[in-house]
């Protein structure tokens, strides 16, 4: 399992707490956890997708940017 509480206290208050929010941002997106992630593959799969998602040619910048993409896992 992903040791987030460590992790926060690691990067510190400040950078923590945008860490957090980035990845409860990425679960709702890809309506996933990351733990089950970290734990099937180390999120692997998971960046590969968002990866893939950057690159998507059909989505205007500020989707990118706010919603990286809507689409089903």
Known sequence: MFDREGFIDYVGAKSGN?????????ENLYSVGID??????KCEAL?????ADK?????EQ???KSAVTQHPT
Do not use: H, P, V
């Open 18 to 26: 945008s860490y957090a929010s980035g990845l409860a941002r990425i």
């Open 36 to 41: 089950a992630e970290y734990d099937k593959d």
């Open 47 to 51: 960046l590969t997708q968002i990866e």
């Open 55 to 59: 690159k998507r040619t059909d989505l």
């Open 62 to 64: 500020k989707e990118l």
